[in-house]
């Protein structure tokens, strides 16, 4: 602007001496000032047409940086006016009366994660409700359906209420807790810290510890939570050698990932043998008799009354398309009818699954899923009060078995077709059996299970499954149960 007031003033000035001069250079000058001011006006339009398209380019990068998140500014365009110029000057001016909007932050979606704090330190937040309808004949649905989270009347049961909060704790360890509520056949709510625990992040030589309140990592299932099973109840073989509540402590975990060109991992875990989440070991079983035995008040009186469990898997590839994943496990610890007596569960399992090179959005795919489990349990002698009269109940090693086998296939996207076969039996009778009478915690049974699922998306679930059951010295029930979940939030991701 000031090269343009200097001019003013110089016409200014000079303008005394034009009243004197002849009237032609008078004309010329009043020409050359008039060609002065039409392209003085050409100009400012020509900066103003340059100064909106900057302005449009500036305003279009600053609206794709903010959907990508980019906290960058972006670069200045090779044709920004110098500072002092014209341009500059009424680019500043723009900029005062009309500032550039606010970024516009990314809108958030179903599949992210709901998030609380920083990237450095922050918690996932994720709600899974499972709920399941339906009946059956079976008089006695509680014992035909032994797990906790089984329907387990007939009408409506809430399987499941599971609040996730995941998170980084800092560089070095990442934290996890599910608080799962449940309401009983009798209406009752229960909640409980089903798992709380820390694990690191940043240890050398592929080694990882967990500490907390945690699953026990035994078999393909134990580890797993309800919603992620394929089919409506737990497989009869869990129930039978972990009770109700599955294998679960407070206690500590180390893992090691071995350097072989194939998945490969060690596990041994460290945790408290006792209550109803380590049914086969130091349980009280409410104060009901235990195999015979009415429990012992057992506590720690050294390392060798805690309960030990560990496993080793691996996996291979069998082709582009196949992989199969084998594992085993062994937990061993003291149960409580007798003060010296101890428990031995052993499993084994084996994940077959094909995929095509051509799938799409995961299917179609089949899985073969099996599993085995076997116990010995080493009771003690003790005396019992059988209708007032002491009777004795001989030392004896009791041992159990089951398996299930399982194959789903994904046939169409969001479609799958399962069937799963149960069995689980004694190795043979037991000697307090022919004092106190036949055990059904013991008994021999099998069952069948059709299921077919549909995803509607990957946060909701509806599940239609069938069971035949047979029980030694009881007979055949059938079941039907429609299962429905839905998931608020983003749960984190489940091992293969």
Do not use: C
Not at 218 to 246: C, I, K, Y
Not at 421 to 427: L, S
Request: glycine share 10%; charged share 20%.
């Amino acid at each position: 602007m000031k090269h343009y007031i200097i001019l003013s003033l110089v016409i200014g000035l000079s303008a005394g001496p034009l009243f004197g001069q002849d009237a032609n250079e008078v004309e010329t000058l009043r020409r050359q000032l008039k060609e002065a001011n039409e392209g003085f006006e050409k100009a400012v339009q020509q900066h103003r047409l340059a100064i909106d398209a900057l302005s449009k380019r500036l305003e279009a990068l600053q609206s794709q940086a903010s959907v990508t998140n980019s906290p960058a500014a972006p670069e200045p365009s090779p044709s920004t006016p110098p500072p002092g110029s014209l341009e500059a000057a009424l680019a500043a001016d723009k900029a005062a009366v009309a500032p550039p909007a606010p970024a516009l932050a990314k809108p958030w979606s179903p599949a992210d994660p709901i998030r609380v704090g920083s990237a450095q330190n922050y918690i996932s937040l994720s709600l899974d409700g499972l709920f399941s309808a339906g009946g059956s004949t079976a008089k006695d649905i509680e014992l035909l359906q032994p797990f906790d989270h089984d329907p387990r009347q007939n009408g409506f049961t809430v399987q499941n209420l599971e609040l996730t909060l995941d998170g980084k704790v800092d560089p070095y360890f990442r934290a996890q807790a599910n608080v799962v509520m449940k309401i009983d056949p009798r209406g009752e709510t229960t909640l409980e810290a089903e798992e709380a625990y820390l694990e690191t992040m940043a240890l050398p030589w592929n080694l990882q510890v967990r500490g907390g309140q945690f699953l026990t990592e035994f078999g393909r299932v134990n580890q797993t939570h309800p919603h992620t099973w394929d089919f409506v109840d737990a497989p009869l073989v869990l129930s039978r050698m972990f009770g109700p509540e599955g294998l679960r402590n407070p206690g500590a975990r180390v893992s090691w990932l071995a350097p072989t060109p194939f998945y490969s991992e060690l596990f041994l875990t460290v945790q408290n043998s006792q209550g109803g989440t380590a049914f086969s070991f130091r349980n009280d079983n409410g104060g009901e008799r235990l195999f015979g035995r009415t429990p012992l008040d057992r506590g720690v009186r050294d390392a060798g009354d805690m309960l030990y469990v560990g496993r080793y898997a691996a996996a291979f590839d069998l082709s582009d398309a196949q992989t199969i994943l084998l594992g085993t496990s062994a937990a061993l610890g003291p149960n409580s009818t007798g003060a010296d007596t101890r428990s031995e569960v052993y499993g084994v399992d084996a994940f077959w699954k094909w995929k095509p090179g051509n799938q799409h959005g995961g299917f179609p795919f089949v899985t073969w899923q099996n599993e085995a489990m076997l116990r010995r349990y080493h009771a003690g002698a003790t005396l019992e009060d059988l209708g007032g009269v002491p009777v004795a109940v001989p030392r004896e090693t009791l041992t159990d078995w089951g398996f299930y086998s399982q194959v789903a296939y994904g046939f169409h996207k969001g479609w799958i077709a399962a069937l799963r076969g149960d069995y689980v039996a004694p190795t043979g009778r037991g000697l307090y059996e022919d004092i106190l009478g036949v055990d059904p915690e013991r008994a021999a049974r099998w069952r069948v299970s059709p299921n077919l699922t549909w995803y509607p998306s990957e946060f909701s679930k509806l599940r239609l499954q069938y069971n035949f059951d047979h029980r030694s010295g009881i007979g055949p029930d059938h079941s039907v149960w429609l299962q429905f979940e839905f998931l608020l939030g983003s749960h984190a991701a489940h091992k293969f």
